[in-house]
C-alpha cells in the first residue's frame, strides 16, 4: 500500500526534476522574452516550499499513524487460565491478563486503560456501546484480573472484553480474547492434555497438534512462577523423571514462547506423544496433571480431519457387551452446548440405523446413543448376530456436520463365545 507521504515524496520528486529542466532552459538556450521566464521562477520556488511544507506534515502524520499501529500491536487482553480447549470441573478458577494497556476500576475515563469483562456464550458487544450487567456479561469493574466461575457441564465460550471507566467497549481486537472450554464433572483442577488429535488417531505425515491447560497459567520460559510453565512434546521416548530438566532435541520439542499449537512431520507408522509441563527453567514438574499421552498412526493417505471407531475393528468378532473407543483428528471432541463450530463437536453411535442428514438434529434412542459430554469411549451391550455401528459428529446443539470426515462405519459380528 503506498501511504500519503510516499505519494507526496514522488509529487515532489517530480517537480523538483521540472524546476531543474526549466532552469536548464533559461540558461542554456535564448528565449524570446527572458524576463516572462525569470518571473516563472518565483512562483516554482513557491510551489515547491509549499510542496514541501505538506510533505512535513504528511511526515507528522505518517509517524503519528505508525505510533498508533504500534501501539495497538502492542496492546493485548487475554486469558490466562484456562486456555482454548481446556477441560475444567464445574467451578473453576479464571485468571486474565493485559499488556500493554492499565487494568484500573470503573468510573473515571483515562487513555489507554479500561477494566475486564466476560461474556458467557454470548457475542462481543460492539465498540462504542455500554457493556450490559447481568449472568452472561460479566463486570470486574473493581479492576480485579481474577475471578472464579460455576458453568454447567457442556462447551461454552468465553469472551474477554476492555471497557473503559464509562463500561464502554473500545474498539480492536487488541481489546477481545476468545476460548472454547468443556465444563466436566469429573474433570481434575489441573491437567494439561492434547487437544487435538486424539489417542488412537490417524494423521498425514505432517499435521497439527493442539495442546491445552486447565488450573495452570502457560507463560514463556525463563522466569519461575507458581502455576505456571510451558509445555514439551516428547516424540517416542519416555517422560523425563521430576525435577530434571528437560533437553532440547528432536526427540524432546520446547514450546517455550507459551506456544500451544504446533504442526509436526512423522515418518509413517505408529508413534506415541507425550505431553510434559515443565516450569520457567524447563525443569519437569511432579504429578501425573503435568503429562499426558497418546498414541497416533501416520499414514501418506490420511485425512487432515477425521473421526474414527479405534476399537472394535471393522469386521471383529466380540462378545453382547463390549467397549467402543472413538477418535479424532484436526477436530476438537467438546461437550454439547452453547458451542456451535464446525471444528468440533461430541460423538453419536447409531446401531443399525442411517446416518442423520446434515443440518438435522441427532434424535436420543436405543439406536441414537449420545455423548455429550465428551466422551470418547463407552459400553455397549447388543444381541448375537451382524451389526453396523455408525459414528457421527454433530455440534454443540446435536446438529449433524456436513462431510464426510465428520463420519466412520464398522461392521461386527457379536456372538456369545467371545
Not at 3 to 13: D, G, R
Not at 201 to 209: E, M
Request: hydrophobic share 40%.
Amino acid at each position: 500500500m503506498i501511504t500519503k507521504l510516499q505519494k507526496k515524496i514522488v509529487q515532489l520528486s517530480l517537480l523538483s526534476a521540472i524546476v531543474a529542466l526549466l532552469l536548464v532552459a533559461c540558461g542554456g538556450a535564448p528565449t524570446a522574452e527572458p524576463e516572462a521566464a525569470i518571473e516563472e521562477e518565483p512562483a516554482i520556488e513557491e510551489a515547491a516550499e509549499e510542496l514541501e511544507a505538506e510533505t512535513e506534515e504528511m511526515v507528522d502524520a505518517d509517524d503519528a499513524d505508525s505510533d498508533d499501529m504500534a501501539m495497538a500491536e502492542d496492546i493485548n487482553v487475554f486469558f490466562q487460565m484456562p486456555t482454548a480447549n481446556a477441560i475444567v470441573p464445574p467451578t473453576f478458577t479464571v485468571e486474565m491478563g493485559a499488556l500493554g494497556v492499565a487494568v484500573d476500576p470503573a468510573g473515571e475515563i483515562l487513555e489507554n486503560s479500561g477494566h475486564m469483562h466476560i461474556l458467557v456464550d454470548t457475542d462481543f458487544i460492539p465498540a462504542g456501546e455500554v457493556i450490559p450487567n447481568d449472568e452472561q456479561h460479566l463486570h470486574f469493574g473493581d479492576a480485579s484480573t481474577s475471578t472464579e466461575l460455576t458453568l454447567s457441564p457442556g462447551s461454552h465460550t468465553l469472551r474477554l472484553q476492555l471497557a473503559n471507566g464509562a463500561h464502554i467497549a473500545l474498539d480492536g481486537d487488541q481489546y477481545r480474547d476468545e476460548i472454547v472450554i468443556t465444563v466436566s464433572e469429573n474433570a481434575a483442577a489441573q491437567s494439561v492434555r492434547f487437544a487435538s488429535p486424539l489417542t488412537g488417531a490417524t494423521v498425514p505425515p505432517t499435521f497439527n497438534i493442539n495442546m491445552a491447560a486447565a488450573g495452570l497459567i502457560v507463560e514463556p520460559a525463563g522466569e519461575i512462577t507458581e502455576l505456571g510453565g510451558h509445555m514439551h512434546i516428547l516424540v517416542n521416548t519416555d517422560f523425563i523423571p521430576a525435577g530434571d530438566v528437560i533437553p532440547s532435541d528432536e526427540q524432546h520439542l520446547h514450546y517455550g514462547k507459551a506456544q500451544l499449537d504446533t504442526e509436526l512431520t512423522l515418518e509413517p507408522g505408529e508413534h506415541t506423544l507425550r505431553l510434559q509441563f515443565a516450569n520457567g527453567a524447563h525443569i519437569a514438574l511432579e504429578g501425573d496433571q503435568y503429562r499426558d499421552e497418546i498414541v497416533i498412526n501416520v499414514a501418506e493417505d490420511a485425512a487432515a480431519q477425521s473421526v474414527s471407531f479405534v476399537a472394535p475393528l471393522d469386521g471383529s468378532e466380540v462378545s453382547e457387551t463390549f467397549t467402543v473407543n472413538m477418535t479424532a483428528a484436526g477436530l476438537f471432541v467438546e461437550g454439547a452446548g452453547a458451542v456451535l463450530r464446525g471444528t468440533g463437536g461430541h460423538m453419536h453411535i447409531l446401531i443399525n440405523t442411517d446416518f442423520i442428514e446434515p443440518g438435522s438434529v441427532v434424535p436420543s434412542d436405543e439406536q441414537h446413543l449420545h455423548f455429550g459430554g465428551g466422551q470418547t469411549s463407552a459400553e455397549i451391550t447388543l444381541p448375537e448376530g451382524e451389526h453396523t455401528l455408525r459414528l457421527q459428529m454433530a455440534n454443540g446443539a446435536h446438529l449433524a456436520l456436513e462431510g464426510d470426515q465428520y463420519r466412520d462405519e464398522i461392521t461386527i459380528t457379536v456372538g456369545d463365545e467371545y
